[in-house]
């Protein structure tokens, strides 16, 4: 770590005892004489606690003036500041406000302030209860000791108890190092934490200053991830210890920045340019959340998508299977409103996961993109469509999948980087689903790929189709090619035989009705009433039970 990330690790001497070191000898010669007599104390009485006791918590929620300003000079806000913006106006109940730390060495102990650096507590969004840490950067630089670690610790234990969203705002410099291996212990039960209320309560992080090393790790298992730009950084080991081990020079931002996890590693699920439009999409996405596994997702009232009918759904996507276009306005026609939130817009584009409303029901979309890589899967979008779908199955939000997928993106950086088994994470999040699941498919759906985006194999309950549909092994021109190869090499005119063959190949293998008539796809849809036949399947599968079979847990190909 560098000079300047240590600088809140480094304990001042407070004036009285730097003062009292620099003394000498026969500094207090004329001490004999007689020194005017001590105020005598007041009495005790209750006006004078209460007001004790008004002073102190003022002090503790004013913080110190100075570190407030620099944090203000870095363009942040301060831990109760943050809290403020993210909660509905004056619901927090704080929690150990007044805890402080009991370490001792390197003179820490001479420094002991409230709060020891994270505000908890409690409050609502919209109305719900949710749990809340806010790491204090002006304390001790928001670093992690043994007191800090068991208030997070509290209050995610309350979450569980209580069935209730929890959300971290990260602005931490790292472990505390004067107090040694307690700050990692704070960690591991931390991250046990976490474990446990996986699939039980939303976990919900955001990074808003540094969360490097053991911090990163509570983030990453979190459901999801904000970042901001320009002031947040992530990683396991600085730039400093980078250079060190490994002579490259990177800057905080490159190593870690928001841009950096919002298109790159897929760690940040949203990235944002400012705080206030951060938590104003946190809020957005607990009102779509339900507030535990054992409730149901907040409905809106009904607004009669049974019976909406679409007519631009007919021409946003084109008939050639080859012709790009953007899934997102497919997604928009579809929901309520033409209001989604999409999860990691900037890694992994070719596919795209939101979750959004239909007639009033959160629903999560997951639907290969044609604008990006002509919507093949790859190793990076196995991976976000898999925790997308396993994320939705784990909290009763029904699936719908929307397909247009040429196959899994060939090429030996693929099969090197192991797309054989990512894209097994997707099929595996599929087939353990037990939440509705309807497939809709608008074009293409060749090899694997069609049947890894839920396919009536892997146990879709509803499979639409459009008229457009081509559900095959192969395109037609690459199938032609492989059966025929000898045929069109001994031929006078090649390509008049693989014109015909292609023709032949279409009509009685991918023409729209041939999956239909086998018993895999449920109906062949007019496009324009896809939102109204969606509204009803969803309506149809809402009391689905499924019990999954008795067993500790599967072994999903990690």
């Not at 931002?253 to 340019?273: K, N, P, Q, W």
Request: aromatic share 6%; net charge negative; hydrophobic share 40%.
């Amino acid at each position: 770590m560098s000079t300047s990330e240590l600088d809140f690790l480094v304990v001042p001497i407070p004036a009285p005892v730097r003062e009292g070191l620099d003394e000498r000898p026969g500094d207090h010669a004329d001490d004999h004489r007689a020194q005017p007599p001590a105020p005598r104390p007041q009495p005790r009485t209750m006006r004078l606690l209460r007001e004790q006791r008004d002073g102190l918590r003022d002090e503790v929620t004013a913080g110190r003036r100075q570190a407030v300003e620099r944090q203000h000079a870095l363009g942040k806000r301060t831990a109760r500041e943050r809290i403020e913006l993210l909660l509905d106006e004056g619901s927090f109940t704080e929690i150990d406000m007044y805890r402080r730390h009991q370490a001792h060495g390197l003179r820490i102990e001479e420094q002991r302030p409230h709060t020891d650096g994270v505000v908890t507590g409690s409050g609502t969004i919209h109305g719900r209860r949710v749990f809340v840490y806010a790491q204090d950067f002006t304390i001790f630089g928001g670093s992690l000791g043994e007191a800090h670690a068991s208030k997070i610790q509290k209050v995610m234990d309350l979450a569980l108890a209580t069935g209730s969203p929890f959300i971290g705002l990260n602005d931490s410099g790292g472990a505390r190092i004067q107090e040694g291996v307690m700050s990692l212990n704070g960690y591991g039960g931390i991250f046990q934490r976490n474990v446990q209320a996986s699939g039980v309560i939303p976990q919900i992080s955001v990074v808003l200053g540094p969360c490097a090393g053991g911090a990163a790790y509570s983030t990453a298992l979190a459901d999801f991830t904000f970042m901001v730009r320009d002031t947040a950084q992530m990683y396991l080991t600085g730039p400093d210890v980078v250079e060190a081990v490994s002579g490259q020079r990177v800057t905080h931002a490159e190593l870690g920045g928001a841009e950096v996890h919002g298109g790159r590693s897929g760690v940040a699920t949203f990235v944002h340019d400012d705080e206030e439009s951060c938590f104003e999409d946190v809020r957005y996405l607990v009102s779509m959340l339900p507030s535990n596994n054992l409730d149901l997702p907040p409905s809106a009232p009904s607004c009669d998508a049974v019976e909406d009918v679409r007519p631009r759904l007919a021409e946003i996507v084109p008939v050639e299977p080859n012709k790009p276009y953007d899934m997102r306005q497919v997604v928009a026609e579809l929901v309520d409103d033409g209001d989604f939130l999409e999860l990691h817009e900037n890694w992994a584009p070719n596919v795209i996961c939101v979750l959004a409303r239909i007639d009033g029901e959160v629903v999560g979309l997951v639907g290969n993109q044609p604008m990006v890589l002509a919507g093949v899967l790859d190793v990076a979008a196995s991976q976000k469509a898999a925790r997308f779908v396993r994320f939705c199955d784990a909290f009763g939000i029904p699936l719908v999948t929307l397909v247009d997928v040429p196959g899994f993106l060939p090429g030996t950086d693929q099969e090197y980087a192991g797309i054989i088994r990512h894209g097994a994470k997707l099929l595996y999040a599929y087939c353990e689903a037990t939440v509705p699941r309807i497939q809709v498919i608008l074009r293409k759906a060749y090899g694997g790929a069609y049947i890894v985006m839920d396919s009536r194999s892997i146990g879709t309950d509803l499979s639409l189709a459009w008229p457009t549909n081509e559900i095959a092994v192969m395109g037609a021109e690459g199938a032609v090619n492989v059966i025929f190869r000898r045929e069109l090499a001994a031929a006078v005119d090649p390509v008049e035989l693989r014109s015909e063959l292609v023709a032949e190949y279409s009509e009685q293998l991918v023409h729209p009705h041939y999956a239909a008539e086998r018993g895999l796809v449920d109906d062949v849809i007019d496009p324009v009433q896809t939102r109204a036949v969606v509204a009803r399947g969803l309506a149809m599968l809402r009391n689905k039970r499924k019990q999954p079979p008795q067993r500790k847990h599967g072994n999903v190909p990690l």
